[in-house]
């Protein structure tokens, strides 16, 4: 296997959200909305499910990534007239190389969101905490300590 990677999807605030986490990150986003992608022969349009109104998702965001050392997180909108599914049952976890970067980073997607439980040492022996965005998605950051 080559890499496992996250892949988030919104009601139509992905690029608002991939931008943010960009910034927060350090990474430049990477954004294709419906309206780039050519016609797909014997669908609808581009082959989304039953329900999706392509002439109305034409601006929301079709793919995008971002690029943080060899992790790579992707998101997009899913067309109006569907829904994205499953909020709350999952969390990005990030594996930092140094306290400086998991608190830059935590600062960073905490603006707006929720501090579920803040960056400190635990009983398993790394320095740990989580958040929930301003997006309702749950961030992890874990820092391994020396032993």
């Known amino acids: 296997m080559k890499a496992i990677q996250p892949y988030l999807f919104f009601n139509g605030n992905c690029r608002e959200a991939i931008t943010f986490y960009g910034k927060a990150l350090g990474a430049e986003p ?49 067309p109006v007239g569907q829904t994205a599914q499953g909020e709350g049952n999952f969390a990005v ?37 989580m958040l929930t965005d301003k997006f309702g998605v749950h961030w992890m950051f874990n820092l391994e300590q020396k032993k």
């Open 93 to 129: 976890s990030i594996d930092c190389e140094s306290e400086q970067e998991q608190d830059r980073f935590f600062a960073s997607l905490s603006e707006g969101g929720k501090v579920m439980l803040p960056v400190g040492d635990t009983f398993w022996g790394a320095r740990f905490g």
């Open 30 to 78: 990477h954004i294709m909305t419906f309206a780039d992608a050519p016609p797909q022969p014997g669908t609808n349009q581009e082959g989304c499910g039953e329900g999706a109104d392509m002439a109305a998702s034409q601006d929301r965001v079709m793919h995008a990534n971002i690029r943080v050392g060899n992790a790579v997180l992707m998101a997009s909108d899913v």
